[in-house]
């Protein structure tokens, strides 16, 4: 498998705490910062589109939020050759609590619900947020995935739609521009909530796109 996992900085003193396993990915400039990996996803989306990599980029906090080694993070994609993408979820234990990380998410991120009840609808969900059940394997709270370009592509596209479809509308647009909360010491609207929630949604309305999640 050819195969490369990025690790972003967004500050040179960042650079100290990354793990020799990822390859480090320079995001100093930070150009947007309001979409976080977004932009970074798309332009490494365009450079690999035409090769058989599968490539993820993890955040420099993987080794505090994870406490999974980068190698053996590596070693398990390895040895399970054959799927479009590969994703580890920290909180693996909110499958236990939760039907969704919509209403997961409405606790630490209030609005959410209401905001998936406006959007559901328009990228073919007909289930009401509340009885929308995902499978343990659907949960992915973390940008932490690794995938091919079948995957990259289908993806940014999915996520390209739902934010045209927020600009469209004021409502959506309002709470994940406008709206949000303190985090890590500072104001954060909720659009990186939104759109890590996103990968979830995708694979369940792409099942063609295999998917293997880390035990």
């Known amino acids: 498998m050819n195969l490369i996992l990025y690790q972003a ?12 396993a990822f390859t480090p990915y320079d995001n100093t400039e930070n150009k947007q910062p309001l979409l976080r990996e977004v932009p970074i996803w798309k332009k490494l989306t365009d450079e690999h589109k035409d090769s058989d990599k599968h490539w993820g ?14 190698i053996q993070f590596k070693e ?18 909110l499958a236990n609590e939760f039907p969704n ?5 409405d606790i630490w991120h209030p609005g959410m619900l209401e905001f998936a009840r406006i959007l559901f609808p328009k990228i073919g969900i ?15 709270t973390c940008n932490y995935f690794v995938g091919n370009s079948k995957f990259w ?22 709470y994940i521009y406008k709206e949000g909360r303190q985090y890590n010491g ?17 694979n369940i309305l792409n099942r063609q796109i295999t998917v293997k999640k880390y035990p």
């Open 153 to 174: 592509t289908s993806y940014i596209g999915f996520i390209d739609l739902c934010l045209k479809l927020c600009d469209e509308d004021e409502r959506l647009s309002n």
């Open 101 to 105: 990380l919509w209403v997961q998410g």
């Open 126 to 140: 007909d289930t009401p947020v509340e009885q929308y059940k995902y499978l343990p394997e659907d949960f992915g």
């Open 186 to 202: 500072h104001f954060v609207p909720y659009l990186p909530f939104v759109t890590e929630r996103l990968f979830s949604i995708h």
């Open 9 to 20: 900085y967004y500050q040179q003193e960042q650079l100290a705490v990354l793990d020799p």
């Open 76 to 93: 398990w994609i390895l040895a399970n050759e054959g799927y479009d993408v590969y994703h580890l979820d920290p909180f693996a234990h």
């Open 57 to 70: 980029l993890m955040s420099w906090r993987w080794s505090q939020k994870t406490n999974v080694p980068p």
